[in-house]
């Protein structure tokens, strides 16, 4: 039991390093937000024990964001040529 807190604990905290640290590429901000999903899969399994319904239902909205994060990508990286977060500002003229 304290190892999946640890991991929960683990995997929320990769995620914001992640997230607040490594941005240039646009891939690595959805790996974070990954990494933050399953760390809040981890976190309800132990929390809701005996709720099966209510963790299913985290880990599809989980899927869910994945799928809206790999289409978000391949529209971007259509649209830009690349996944740097420089590439999405628009220039001032």
Do not use: Q
Not at 9 to 28: A, D, E, P, Q, T
Request: proline share 0%.
């Amino acid at each position: 039991m304290v190892w999946t807190e640890f991991l929960a604990v683990f995997l929320m905290m990769m995620g914001c390093f992640l997230i607040f640290r490594m941005n240039k590429h646009l891939l690595c901000l959805f790996v974070g937000l990954e990494m933050m999903s399953l760390g809040l899969l981890f976190a309800t399994h132990f929390i809701l024990m005996n709720n099966f319904w209510l963790i299913l239902l985290i880990l599809c909205l989980a899927v869910c964001e994945a799928s809206v994060c790999l289409a978000l990508l391949v529209s971007v990286m259509r649209l830009c040529g690349d996944d740097l977060m420089s590439s999405l500002l628009m220039d001032g003229a």
